[in-house]
Structure formats: structure tokens, C-alpha cells
């Protein structure tokens, strides 16, 4: 068996359980064990894209959405862009996500996914999808720093995530950070854990499609000029 990006990404997707403690009202997906599919296409995903041992720099989300990877398996894409994008055909979910847009907008402005790609690796701290309970019974996207007590009980396991991905052959000398708030968060676990030497932050895709549409080309040109340095 070779040791390339590819065999270490998946053999860690593959490997992902969560099975710590969660507060009230929370509940963790794992979209690898609830859809076979969702491992089908994130294996073609890494072996089109990762199938070499070249160093990748990291780019940290906050955690899968229910829409991107949540179902994809593959960070910041939807069935949408896995397919028009990444040739990659998913039969079992049809999902459209506002981040993945625009990052897969910012990846074309870059080169295209094969530039992309061979340059980054996207993950999350904590890489699988968290919802919360609504109360009128239903569920919602979450964020492992909305609740306190959350971010205390999935610390543990954040920390063991970054460093399992670092292990993957990942530049720790500048890692860029998606989202103030996470940035926050991300910064109190490197003063303990010395995991990156310089933290770049980014606004979150989610927020520049939401609230900054209109100055979309001004955030992909900012991230395209951090990624330069």
C-alpha cells in the first residue's frame, strides 16, 4: 500500500467516530456511516485530487454542514460542485450549499480544483456535521463553539482531529483559518497545543455569501492574495 495523501485522508474518514459526550439538544452526523455513498464519492474525491505525497497548506472550517459535508464527505462541496466541478456523480443526494459556492467560485479564480487541490487540504476541526434541536422539534445546522458546554465536551477530540490531519503531510508554518469566531477558538487551542506557527484569518464563505454578495470578487481576490504569500 502507498503512503500518499490519498490513503491517509480516507483511512482517517473511514476511521471517524465520535463517541464522546454531547450536551442536551445536540446530536453529531457522520455522513460515513449513514450513507454508503457519501464514502464512494469522497474516496474518488482524494484519489482524483491526492494521489501523490506533495505537502498541502491547511485550510480550517468550523465544522461539515448538513448540505456540503455533510452529505459529500468532501469539505466546503455539495453534490452540485462535486459533480459540475470535480466530474464526481452522487445518486443518493442532491444538495445545493452557500459555501461551497463560493468557494468553488474563489478555487476557479485560483486555476481550477487540480491547481486547488494540489496546493490545500480544507477540514475542520471538528470534521463531522453537529445539529441542535429547535423548539418547535426540528434540527439546525450547529457550531462547535455555540455552546459552552458543546466546546468543552468536543475540545478533546478537536485537538486530536488538528492533529491527525497535520499527520496527513500538512505545512503547519502558516494555517489559514476560515471565521473569526473559530479563529478565536482555533488560537486558544494552538497557545496549548504550539500545532501552527502563523494564523491567517479568512471570513467564512458562509458570511461573504450571505451578508457580502455583492463584494464577492473583493473576498476571493483577499483570500487569493493570502494564499500568495
Not at 108 to 132: C, V
Not at 165 to 176: A, N, P, R
Request: hydrophobic share 40%.
Amino acid at each position: 500500500m502507498t503512503n500518499n495523501i490519498a490513503d491517509k485522508v480516507i483511512a482517517f474518514n473511514r476511521g471517524l467516530r465520535y463517541a464522546g459526550e454531547l450536551p442536551e439538544g445536540f446530536q453529531v452526523l457522520n455522513p460515513f456511516l449513514e450513507n454508503p455513498e457519501t464514502m464512494q464519492v469522497m474516496e474518488a474525491f482524494y484519489r482524483k485530487y491526492y494521489n501523490d505525497t506533495n505537502p498541502r497548506r491547511f485550510i480550517i472550517g468550523i465544522n461539515p454542514s448538513r448540505h456540503g459535508a455533510g452529505v459529500t464527505g468532501v469539505p466546503f462541496t455539495d453534490t452540485k460542485r462535486l459533480e459540475s466541478v470535480c466530474g464526481i456523480t452522487m445518486h443518493s443526494a442532491h444538495t445545493h450549499e452557500v459555501s461551497s459556492w463560493f468557494m468553488y467560485d474563489m478555487i476557479e479564480a485560483y486555476g481550477g480544483a487540480e491547481a486547488f487541490y494540489s496546493q490545500f487540504y480544507i477540514n475542520s476541526p471538528f470534521p463531522l456535521a453537529i445539529i441542535r434541536a429547535t423548539k418547535d422539534g426540528n434540527w439546525l445546522n450547529a457550531n462547535y463553539y455555540d455552546d459552552k458546554t458543546l466546546f468543552e465536551m468536543v475540545k478533546g477530540f478537536m485537538i486530536e482531529s488538528l492533529r491527525k490531519h497535520i499527520e496527513i503531510g500538512l505545512d503547519t508554518s502558516e494555517v489559514f483559518i476560515l471565521g473569526k469566531k473559530n479563529a478565536d477558538f482555533i488560537a486558544k487551542l494552538n497557545k496549548k497545543e504550539k500545532l501552527f506557527d502563523r494564523m491567517t484569518v479568512l471570513e467564512h464563505p458562509r458570511y461573504i455569501q450571505q451578508y457580502k454578495s455583492k463584494e464577492k470578487q473583493l473576498y476571493i481576490d483577499k483570500y487569493l492574495l493570502a494564499f500568495e504569500k
